[in-house]
């Protein structure tokens, strides 16, 4: 017998190729197998072999060989499976009770690698691609069986070594010629190495291998005989003088080359005789393995080289329809970006996803699995994924046979969509001319009418027999003089072909406007043969350029005058007052909590909201006055013939009382405000950008002095200006200063009440004002761009706090650390990442990114590097303020997202607010469903904990559970968590978690 063998696959049909493959024979099961309704072992010429189509099967076969001593040597395990374990699972709990079976993951996905499988389950593992080959299955299982018996051999040896070698040093010692009769009988190559890394001892098996002398072995450095590509990290003795070594105890694979040339794949396994002193080399030769993976590779390459190289789309399907494979071709035409977009996906439902596809049962592809005869299919409608649009195609499907198995379909498609509008273009232009709305003329050489169309009949009032044969002339107007009527036929002659507006005459002796392009037809000569004339009545077109006039100095939503208009009206009104002598005021207004409306009820309930503001802002103002909509919620109000400054301010107040009263919207009323700013004409400027900015100003600081009132402008506002500026310069210095530092608020597991983490939290140490909150600075480090340096020193500080907490023994969960729309778009944060973890020492998977839902849809491009960082560094990733701003789901399905945070607005009103309860219950069901952690931010009652409790949510932050904390404050706590309380400390915890 050549090997034990388990094959597990849900495919039956795959099973019985396995059985075929290995030569084997069934026999009666025994009383366990029949009891568990497990497929029975085979045994036959070659392999003992038994199989299963699920994991969990599977696995009690293994758990139930292993018992009986009789373990299998090789498993060929399928990547998917049915619900319940893939393949990967299954692999990992074999791995758990039996380490050394050789797994062998078989899959059709193209993106699974050989080293990330490995990663993942060890060097035992193999990854075979469908579609596999007879000779490919057996060759492996041969290998890899005889692998595993030479794994049972040098483990047994070892085992036997290291007994003796604790038991009877001496004795060893005494009987070193027996032990090196041992050492020469294994099959496998075998060497000592003194402390010096020489070799001290090779057996036969060795020298053969090597193809050397054995003295030229001996008393040689280990180093050497591996070749000068593998001498780092085995380049000296060095490695041999650490006892925790990495190599030791762990099979690596390296390839050599003999005296005569040939490369040959060693599996390397050292071991230490810590009795002696000396190091035990063994090396298994795995050349056979490593060419049957080079022929599969090499052969994957060439078949990819091929699809990828086609002209046509291609992809293929498994017996169930699912995608297998697709060409960059068919991505291309089916408007998808990458392969993992489709492979796996059911795609007789992609490919018709808006049409009105056949049954599946009834489709031509399904038709081929079930028959294995090939289909062609002269037109079908496929739809792009990108822009939702169908596009005709052709396609010819063939089945994938094997033993005269159907194991799938290839498809070959092409898009014919050119060729059928060319098709279609042919067949209209029969039809166009006498379909088109626009009149037509066709005249010969000499300007006398051949043609006409209906449109042209409808348009004039003249029949077709009364034109034929004459001149289009019989349609002037007589507005236009020869001059006109010149300039027009030279640019026909000369550029062959007119466009323009001209004035003609209807059979009633009406005139009208019409658009008139007149083209010149040459013959394969370039002489003249005929003019084609098209022309449209624009009458209606006329009497809308003076309502697109309107449009364009007005705001389409209100109706308000525009940006564009209060400019010329704001002119004007400067020019007056300065020859009259008189005042005047511009308010700027921009509405409170408009953007919380927008963002939560909708843009139309936005836009509805700004229309009756507009109707108030009319009722309140005289019909003089000028009231402009400059975009968004800002509106500008020009009150002239100002009597006294202060009628600009009961304006102002009348206006904000207005606006106070509640809006009824779509059946609710909605509550908003405004903030509104006032500049004197000429006390605040004489002209109409000083008027506007220093009235923008005072709306701000009416803002900040928080809302809902009116400011006029003053000079100290423009200091107030300067004053940022000079906290700009603090910044930069604070910086450089070390000043800045960070707290940490704690982050609970919900359901445990223990902490899962820390968010870090920025805090400015400033020498004269003390203690900053972020709210002091951060706008203005955004503004200038220092959010970027200090982003950097936050996140280095937070890692390295990190890492000493974790180099202490304390258990701190994951540091979180928000990311800013700087840090996103100037910061080169994938350089930073890998540079602090590595500054730090501090592993990924103890780092939270929190990047704010808005920025994750807004800052996708900048975003695309650091989210495949992130995987690769196992950071996790926190949506911060979900729920504010609109997201795609399909965009967020396929982010390596770990939590998504409930924003603070929402927890506030809880449990009072029924809105933003059931606000609040969406999102944390709708982050479960994909997968995700909830986490809470701002809890500050216990009735709010209790409703985030009830609702799922899994884990909070915020004053009721502990404020945040100083570093030395965090590290006390842990300390008195883990029972190691420092010295001179209370029990007392130093916040009131």
Same mark, same amino acid.
């Not at 002193?277 to 060439?302: P, Y």
């Not at 004269?768 to 503004?783: K, S």
């Not at 995700?932 to 909070?956: K, W």
């Given at each position: 017998?050549?090997?034990?063998?388990?094959?597990?696959?849900?495919?039956?049909?795959?099973?019985?190729?396995?059985?075929?493959?290995?030569?084997?024979?069934?026999?009666?099961?025994?009383?366990?197998?029949?009891?568990?309704?497990?497929?029975?072992?085979?045994?036959?010429?070659?392999?003992?072999?038994?199989?299963?189509?699920?994991?969990?099967?599977?696995?009690?076969?293994?758990?139930?060989?292993?018992?009986?001593?009789?373990?299998?040597?090789?498993?060929?395990?399928?990547?998917?499976?049915?619900?319940?374990?893939?393949?990967?699972?299954?692999?990992?709990?074999?791995?758990?009770?039996?380490?050394?079976?050789?797994?062998?993951?078989?899959?059709?996905?193209?993106?699974?690698?050989?080293?990330?499988?490995?990663?993942?389950?060890?060097?035992?593992?193999?990854?075979?691609?469908?579609?596999?080959?007879?000779?490919?299955?057996?060759?492996?299982?041969?290998?890899?069986?005889?692998?595993?018996?030479?794994?049972?051999?040098?483990?047994?040896?070892?085992?036997?070594?290291?007994?003796?070698?604790?038991?009877?040093?001496?004795?060893?010692?005494?009987?070193?010629?027996?032990?090196?009769?041992?050492?020469?009988?294994?099959?496998?190559?075998?060497?000592?190495?003194?402390?010096?890394?020489?070799?001290?001892?090779?057996?036969?098996?060795?020298?053969?291998?090597?193809?050397?002398?054995?003295?030229?072995?001996?008393?040689?450095?280990?180093?050497?005989?591996?070749?000068?590509?593998?001498?780092?990290?085995?380049?000296?003795?060095?490695?041999?003088?650490?006892?925790?070594?990495?190599?030791?105890?762990?099979?690596?694979?390296?390839?050599?080359?003999?005296?005569?040339?040939?490369?040959?794949?060693?599996?390397?396994?050292?071991?230490?005789?810590?009795?002696?002193?000396?190091?035990?080399?063994?090396?298994?030769?795995?050349?056979?393995?490593?060419?049957?993976?080079?022929?599969?590779?090499?052969?994957?390459?060439?078949?990819?080289?091929?699809?990828?190289?086609?002209?046509?789309?291609?992809?293929?399907?498994?017996?169930?329809?699912?995608?297998?494979?697709?060409?960059?071709?068919?991505?291309?035409?089916?408007?998808?970006?990458?392969?993992?977009?489709?492979?796996?996906?059911?795609?007789?439902?992609?490919?018709?996803?808006?049409?009105?596809?056949?049954?599946?049962?009834?489709?031509?592809?399904?038709?081929?699995?079930?028959?294995?005869?090939?289909?062609?299919?002269?037109?079908?409608?496929?739809?792009?994924?990108?822009?939702?649009?169908?596009?005709?195609?052709?396609?010819?499907?063939?089945?994938?046979?094997?033993?005269?198995?159907?194991?799938?379909?290839?498809?070959?498609?092409?898009?014919?969509?050119?060729?059928?509008?060319?098709?279609?273009?042919?067949?209209?232009?029969?039809?166009?001319?006498?379909?088109?709305?626009?009149?037509?003329?066709?005249?010969?050489?000499?300007?006398?009418?051949?043609?006409?169309?209906?449109?042209?009949?409808?348009?004039?009032?003249?029949?077709?027999?009364?034109?034929?044969?004459?001149?289009?002339?019989?349609?002037?107007?007589?507005?236009?003089?020869?001059?006109?009527?010149?300039?027009?036929?030279?640019?026909?002659?000369?550029?062959?072909?007119?466009?323009?507006?001209?004035?003609?005459?209807?059979?009633?002796?009406?005139?009208?406007?019409?658009?008139?392009?007149?083209?010149?037809?040459?013959?394969?000569?370039?002489?003249?043969?005929?003019?084609?004339?098209?022309?449209?009545?624009?009458?209606?077109?006329?009497?809308?350029?003076?309502?697109?006039?309107?449009?364009?100095?007005?705001?389409?939503?209100?109706?308000?005058?525009?940006?564009?208009?209060?400019?010329?009206?704001?002119?004007?009104?400067?020019?007056?007052?300065?020859?009259?002598?008189?005042?005047?005021?511009?308010?700027?207004?921009?509405?409170?909590?408009?953007?919380?409306?927008?963002?939560?009820?909708?843009?139309?309930?936005?836009?509805?909201?700004?229309?009756?503001?507009?109707?108030?802002?009319?009722?309140?103002?005289?019909?003089?006055?000028?009231?402009?909509?400059?975009?968004?919620?800002?509106?500008?109000?020009?009150?002239?013939?100002?009597?006294?400054?202060?009628?600009?301010?009961?304006?102002?107040?009348?206006?904000?009382?207005?606006?106070?009263?509640?809006?009824?919207?779509?059946?609710?009323?909605?509550?908003?405000?405004?903030?509104?700013?006032?500049?004197?004409?000429?006390?605040?400027?004489?002209?109409?950008?000083?008027?506007?900015?220093?009235?923008?100003?005072?709306?701000?600081?009416?803002?900040?002095?928080?809302?809902?009132?009116?400011?006029?402008?003053?000079?100290?506002?423009?200091?107030?200006?300067?004053?940022?500026?000079?906290?700009?310069?603090?910044?930069?210095?604070?910086?450089?200063?070390?000043?800045?530092?960070?707290?940490?608020?704690?982050?609970?597991?919900?359901?445990?009440?223990?902490?899962?983490?820390?968010?870090?939290?920025?805090?400015?140490?400033?020498?004269?004002?003390?203690?900053?909150?972020? @709210?002091?600075? =951060?706008? &203005?480090?955004? $503004?200038? %761009?220092?959010?970027?340096? #200090? +982003?950097?020193?936050? !996140?280095?500080?937070?890692?390295?706090?990190?890492?000493?907490?974790?180099?202490?023994?304390?258990?701190?969960?994951?540091?979180?650390?928000?990311?800013?729309?700087?840090?996103?778009?100037?910061?080169?944060?994938?350089?930073?990442?890998?540079?602090?973890?590595?500054?730090?020492?501090?592993?990924?998977?103890?780092?939270?990114?929190?990047?704010?839902?808005?920025?994750?849809?807004?800052?996708?491009?900048?975003? @695309?590097?650091? =989210?495949? &960082?992130?995987? $690769?560094? %196992?950071?996790?990733?926190? #949506? +911060?303020?979900?729920? !504010?701003?609109?997201?795609?789901?399909?965009?967020?399905?396929?982010?390596?997202?770990?939590?998504?945070?409930?924003?603070?607005?929402?927890?506030?009103?809880?449990?009072?607010?029924?809105?933003?309860?059931?606000?609040?219950?969406?999102?944390?069901?709708?982050?479960?469903?994909?997968?995700?952690?909830?986490?809470?931010?701002?809890?500050?009652?216990?009735?709010?904990?209790?409703?985030?409790?009830?609702?799922?949510?899994?884990?909070?932050?915020?004053?009721?559970?502990?404020?945040?904390?100083?570093?030395?404050?965090?590290?006390?706590?842990?300390?008195?968590?883990?029972?190691?309380?420092?010295?001179?400390?209370?029990?007392?915890?130093?916040?009131?978690?």
């Amino acid at each position: 017998m050549l090997g034990k063998v388990l094959a597990i696959d849900d495919d039956q049909g795959v099973l019985d190729t396995y059985r075929s493959i290995l030569h084997t024979q069934v026999y009666e099961s025994d009383a366990l197998l029949a009891l568990a309704g497990l497929n029975t072992p085979s045994r036959g010429e070659g392999f003992e072999l038994a199989t299963a189509q699920q994991g969990q099967i599977g696995l009690a076969l293994a758990e139930a060989a292993l018992a009986e001593a009789a373990p299998f040597d090789v498993v060929f395990l399928d990547m998917r499976m049915p619900p319940g374990w893939d393949g990967l699972e299954t692999a990992r709990r074999l791995r758990q009770f039996d380490y050394g079976i050789y797994v062998v993951i078989v899959t059709a996905f193209t993106d699974c690698r050989v080293d990330e499988i490995q990663d993942t389950l060890g060097h035992h593992t193999v990854l075979l691609r469908k579609p596999f080959t007879r000779d490919e299955i057996f060759q492996m299982a041969r290998t890899l069986c005889q692998a595993r018996r030479t794994d049972r051999e040098l483990a047994a040896i070892n085992l036997e070594l290291e007994q003796r070698v604790a038991q009877r040093t001496q004795a060893l010692m005494e009987s070193s010629e027996r032990l090196r009769f041992l050492f020469e009988r294994t099959g496998t190559a075998m060497l000592t190495l003194e402390a010096d890394g020489l070799v001290s001892m090779a057996n036969t098996r060795a020298v053969d291998m090597f193809g050397l002398e054995r003295t030229s072995i001996e008393g040689q450095p280990f180093w050497q005989l591996v070749g000068a590509a593998h001498q780092s990290p085995l380049q000296d003795a060095a490695w041999l003088e650490n006892p925790e070594n990495d190599f030791f105890g762990r099979e690596c694979e390296l390839p050599f080359t003999r005296q005569d040339g040939t490369v040959i794949w060693g599996l390397l396994d050292i071991n230490p005789i810590r009795e002696t002193g000396q190091t035990l080399i063994s090396l298994i030769d795995i050349s056979a393995r490593k060419c049957a993976e080079t022929a599969l590779i090499e052969s994957e390459a060439r078949a990819r080289l091929l699809l990828n190289s086609a002209g046509e789309g291609i992809f293929g399907l498994d017996p169930d329809g699912y995608c297998i494979f697709c060409n960059p071709t068919a991505l291309t035409l089916l408007g998808l970006e990458s392969a993992e977009a489709v492979l796996g996906q059911h795609l007789h439902t992609l490919i018709h996803q808006n049409g009105n596809p056949p049954a599946w049962l009834d489709c031509p592809m399904h038709q081929v699995l079930a028959s294995g005869q090939p289909v062609q299919v002269e037109h079908d409608l496929f739809w792009r994924v990108d822009n939702r649009q169908p596009f005709s195609v052709e396609y010819r499907a063939h089945p994938m046979l094997r033993d005269g198995r159907v194991l799938g379909v290839v498809v070959n498609f092409n898009d014919t969509t050119a060729q059928r509008q060319a098709a279609e273009k042919l067949r209209q232009a029969a039809v166009v001319f006498e379909s088109s709305r626009e009149g037509i003329i066709i005249s010969d050489a000499h300007n006398r009418i051949l043609a006409v169309n209906q449109a042209f009949q409808s348009i004039t009032g003249y029949g077709e027999a009364e034109v034929l044969g004459q001149n289009p002339s019989l349609l002037k107007s007589g507005r236009h003089d020869t001059v006109f009527y010149r300039t027009m036929w030279n640019a026909i002659i000369e550029r062959g072909g007119w466009s323009g507006e001209i004035w003609n005459r209807r059979r009633s002796g009406e005139i009208f406007p019409e658009w008139l392009s007149i083209s010149v037809i040459r013959d394969d000569s370039g002489q003249i043969s005929q003019f084609v004339a098209v022309f449209s009545d624009i009458t209606q077109l006329k009497q809308s350029e003076a309502k697109l006039h309107h449009l364009a100095h007005h705001d389409p939503l209100t109706g308000l005058p525009n940006r564009l208009l209060l400019a010329d009206r704001l002119g004007q009104a400067i020019h007056r007052a300065a020859r009259q002598c008189s005042r005047f005021a511009l308010l700027f207004l921009d509405l409170d909590r408009f953007k919380q409306i927008n963002d939560t009820l909708g843009h139309g309930v936005g836009d509805l909201l700004l229309q009756d503001v507009a109707l108030r802002l009319r009722h309140l103002l005289r019909q003089q006055d000028t009231i402009a909509r400059l975009g968004g919620d800002e509106f500008t109000i020009l009150i002239e013939d100002l009597d006294d400054d202060q009628d600009a301010g009961t304006l102002a107040n009348k206006i904000l009382l207005a606006l106070h009263e509640p809006f009824l919207l779509t059946g609710q009323s909605l509550f908003i405000g405004a903030s509104i700013g006032i500049s004197l004409y000429p006390r605040d400027g004489t002209t109409s950008e000083l008027l506007l900015q220093n009235a923008d100003t005072a709306m701000y600081r009416a803002k900040n002095n928080g809302r809902g009132t009116y400011q006029f402008y003053d000079p100290e506002m423009t200091a107030r200006v300067l004053e940022r500026m000079t906290l700009d310069g603090e910044l930069r210095r604070a910086l450089d200063a070390g000043q800045f530092l960070l707290h940490y608020q704690p982050q609970l597991d919900l359901a445990s009440g223990t902490i899962v983490g820390f968010e870090a939290l920025l805090r400015w140490q400033h020498p004269q004002r003390g203690l900053l909150l972020p @709210a002091a600075f =951060l706008e &203005v480090a955004e $503004e200038t %761009g220092l959010m970027v340096p #200090i +982003g950097q020193w936050a !996140l280095h500080q937070a890692c390295r706090q990190r890492q000493a907490w974790r180099a202490a023994g304390l258990d701190a969960g994951t540091i979180a650390v928000n990311l800013s729309a700087a840090q996103i778009q100037r910061g080169n944060l994938v350089t930073t990442l890998r540079q602090v973890l590595l500054e730090s020492g501090l592993p990924g998977s103890y780092l939270a990114l929190e990047v704010s839902e808005h920025l994750l849809i807004s800052e996708a491009e900048h975003l @695309a590097e650091l =989210l495949r &960082v992130t995987r $690769e560094l %196992g950071i996790n990733l926190v #949506i +911060g303020n979900f729920g !504010l701003g609109p997201s795609s789901l399909s965009h967020l399905q396929r982010l390596p997202i770990h939590q998504i945070k409930l924003d603070r607005s929402f927890v506030n009103a809880l449990p009072d607010s029924e809105n933003e309860a059931a606000i609040a219950r969406a999102i944390i069901a709708l982050g479960h469903s994909l997968r995700y952690q909830v986490i809470a931010e701002g809890v500050e009652t216990p009735a709010q904990s209790d409703f985030l409790s009830a609702a799922g949510c899994d884990r909070v932050q915020g004053f009721h559970y502990g404020q945040p904390l100083t570093a030395m404050q965090v590290e006390q706590w842990l300390l008195q968590q883990a029972g190691r309380r420092p010295a001179g400390q209370s029990s007392n915890d130093p916040t009131h978690l």
